[in-house]
């Protein structure tokens, strides 16, 4: 039974971790030798791939432009959150349950759905292709997102600390930022992951409202295709790269994430 305790999740790791390891082995690879033979390592250890990312503006401005409108979505995602949550979870109004219901249907919606609505609507009003663009687009499902998981924090907190911070003098702005945020830090942090997370991988809207200037690394890594097929060295390779940012992100919320599973909505 004890070798069985820990022989079953080291299986369960290795079996997640092996799609990964492959991706790195084959970032390492020329394309000829993916095509060419099934290796468990590179056999002709090559960086060609990456120099390639690191040295076209093509590609690796596509990583630049996917982290700025994904912190902009972020950014502005949670900021609007918290004071909806705040209405939801400590106010009770006309409607409040059914507005809450139709937030989270926004987020249910399949990204098609908007694509092209928010395409005529940036060119319209001038500001398509741009990171702006994208970190808008976002928010239609990040912000129903990050209210729900806000909600259930902030309805986890007692009512009595705000009437102690009231009593004790303190406005509601110098109540909101000095005691009540640092209270769901948890809670912040875990909608600030789940908006980085969805933005970061959302792909349609991301490429239908972006053409040059702002093009992120998800469009670019579509466009791989040459004379002899797709180059998959690279491919891989700035699949590797796309991993990165996200493993960043889990790493500092790591805990935070943990206390959404217990206390939150998560």
Known sequence: MKRASWLIPTIY????MLPIYWLVSMSFKTTNEILGSFTLWPQNFTLDNYRVIFTDPSWYMGYVNSIIYVCINTVLSVSVALPAAYAFSRYRFLGDKHLFFWLLTNRMA???VFALPFFQLYSAI??????????LAHTLFNIPLAVWILEGFMSGVPKQLDET???DGYSFPAFFIKIFIPTIAAGIGVAAFFCFMFSWVELLLAKTLTAVAAKPIAATMTKTASSSGYELGLLAAAGTLTIIPGAIVIYFVRNYIAKGFALGRV
């Open 110 to 112: 399949p990204a098609a």
């Open 13 to 16: 790791i290795i079996f997640l």
């Open 126 to 135: 001038g500001i398509f292709d741009t990171h702006l663009a994208v970190a």
């Open 165 to 167: 911070a009231y009593v």
